[in-house]
């Protein structure tokens, strides 16, 4: 081959691979700290310092954590930080008990403190123990969504977010940083052309089942859905009364109740509980959150990316044969902690 046909050649690898790679706009993306198994003892710094964590909501993933979080922001006698996902007991433990303890700064004595963060329900028993340790009052909330839709959620949100320059892995808006008190949000300025490319390799048609088969098999989306195997590590160490399960599908058809339910359990008096849910306005109450701004929670958008799961039958078959143990297992705890709720769980009847 000729130096210029070479040449040639290598200019045409170079523009293939740039036009394939999706526009990186996201220049604040920061990679996923590790997390550790061996979480260190600080149960005895805190005792040192008037800090009382009163609750977690601990997750699930794409389960209506943010929607609970704008919502309990209203309430004058709950603390939570401004942004959602502080990640402390993950990854952020190393910036110390005082970091932790300043993202509650609004909050006061006579105030019932507490934070958000999903991932929580996935913490390794060593950091679930050193937590009760630290908090042995805590009060905890796990949402739990139907499986197959909580995963098609999930994957759909990664592909958006890795289309936006963020790989598997990484986060960016929405996260507490730990070198910071202040979150850094994500700054995007591309082109039309780009935003338009972008909304394409963003949508769930844009990939094969083959890609969401790797995707749902990968421990990142495997772990978030068993259930039933992350809260019994939780339940190891608080006691059944301290935990409140919630049935995701009941905020969609009872959104006062649900937030009536969790406002009592994190030990809000119940007329102060009582006052608040019924003075919320009927917009911020019916508000979908991180779905569309002007959707409201029957989810227009949501149900769009459903019915493109609905549409790929082979995919949607396999996605509930690989997760129906799961939510059999999830069932039987629920029997076993007296709930009269269930998942489906795919199974022939």
């Known amino acids: 081959m000729s130096d210029f046909a070479s040449l040639l050649s290598s200019f045409k690898t170079t523009a293939a691979s740039a036009a394939a790679t999706p526009p990186n706009t996201n220049v604040a993306a920061r990679k996923?700290?590790?997390?550790?198994?061996?979480?260190?003892?600080?149960?005895n710094q805190l005792s040192k310092r008037s800090f009382d964590l009163s609750f977690l909501i601990i997750?699930?993933?794409?389960?209506?954590?943010?929607?609970?979080?704008?919502?309990?922001?209203?309430?004058?006698?709950?603390?939570?930080?401004?942004?959602?996902?502080?990640?402390?007991?993950?990854?952020?433990?190393?910036?110390g008990v005082d970091w932790y303890i300043r993202q509650f700064e609004k909050?006061?004595?006579?105030?019932?403190?507490?934070?958000?963060?999903?991932?929580?329900?996935?913490?390794?028993?060593?950091?679930?123990?050193?937590?009760?340790?630290?908090?042995?009052?805590?009060?905890?909330v796990f949402i739990a969504r139907d499986l197959v839709e909580r995963t098609w959620s999930a994957m759909t949100m990664e592909l958006h977010d890795q289309n936006m320059g963020l790989n598997p892995g990484d986060f960016g808006e929405g996260v507490i940083d730990g070198d910071n008190r202040n979150a850094k949000r994500i700054k995007l300025n591309p082109s039309t052309a780009?935003?338009?490319?972008?909304?394409?390799?963003?949508?769930?048609?844009?990939?094969?089942?083959?890609?969401?088969?790797?995707?749902?098999?990968?421990?990142?989306?495997?772990?978030?859905?068993?259930?039933?195997?992350?809260?019994?590590?939780?339940?190891?160490?608080?006691?059944?009364?301290?935990?409140?399960?919630?049935?995701?599908?009941?905020?969609?058809?009872?959104?006062?109740?649900?937030?009536?339910?969790?406002?009592?359990?994190?030990?809000?008096?119940?007329?102060?509980?009582?006052?608040?849910?019924?003075?919320?306005?009927?917009?911020?109450?019916?508000?979908?959150?991180n779905v569309s701004k002007n959707n409201d929670i029957s989810g227009e958008k949501a149900q769009n990316s459903l019915n493109s799961l609905s549409a790929r039958p082979c995919l949607k078959r396999q996605m509930e044969k690989f997760l129906s143990s799961h939510a059999v297992s999830f069932n039987n705890l629920l029997r076993e902690k007296k709930y009269t709720w269930a998942l489906n769980d795919y199974r022939e009847k």
Not at 32 to 43: A, D, G, K, M, T
Not at 60 to 78: D, E, P
Not at 112 to 128: A, Q, S
Not at 269 to 286: H, M, N, P, W, Y
């Open 194 to 289: 780009q935003q338009r490319r972008m909304q394409q390799q963003s949508s769930p048609s844009s990939q094969p089942d083959s890609y969401y088969l790797e995707r749902m098999h990968s421990l990142v989306h495997k772990s978030r859905s068993d259930y039933a195997t992350s809260l019994k590590n939780w339940y190891d160490y608080f006691p059944e009364e301290s935990i409140l399960l919630i049935d995701y599908s009941e905020i969609q058809s009872n959104p006062r109740g649900v937030l009536h339910k969790i406002v009592s359990h994190i030990g809000v008096d119940e007329d102060i509980t009582k006052q608040f849910v019924e003075g919320l306005e009927e917009a911020d109450v019916r508000q979908r959150v």
């Open 32 to 43: 996923r700290p590790v997390q550790s198994n061996n979480f260190p003892p600080i149960h």
């Open 59 to 95: 997750g699930g993933q794409k389960c209506g954590t943010t929607w609970v979080h704008t919502l309990l922001l209203k309430c004058k006698h709950i603390s939570l930080p401004e942004q959602k996902e502080v990640h402390f007991w993950d990854w952020h433990y190393r910036n």
């Open 107 to 140: 909050g006061t004595a006579s105030m019932r403190m507490g934070e958000i963060t999903p991932d929580y329900v996935v913490l390794p028993p060593t950091t679930i123990a050193e937590i009760s340790k630290c908090f042995p009052n805590l009060r905890i």
